[in-house]
């Protein structure tokens, strides 16, 4: 079952801040239904995976995945 999700517009989220706020409704816990040492197993996992990739990586590569990324980023 997906989670509901927050509204993107402002005022619906302001809204929803509000609701929160005051009781009227109780805010979605992002980690129910989570089991919390799978939870660690996986943040550890991709704690140490990204230093050993750039570990691995040489300078050009790292250099043409940066550029990639940029472009990515600058040509929406």
């Not at 040492?37 to 230093?51: E, S, T």
């Amino acid at each position: 079952m997906a989670k509901p999700k927050r509204p993107t517009d402002v005022n619906q989220r302001a809204n929803l801040i509000a609701r929160i706020a005051t009781g009227e409704i109780q805010d979605i816990d992002p980690n129910e239904g989570k089991n919390p040492a799978a939870v660690a197993l996986g943040r550890l996992g991709g704690l140490k995976g990204g230093i050993a990739r750039a570990k691995k990586l040489t300078t050009t590569e790292k250099r043409e995945i940066a550029k990639k990324a940029s472009d990515k980023r600058w040509n929406k």
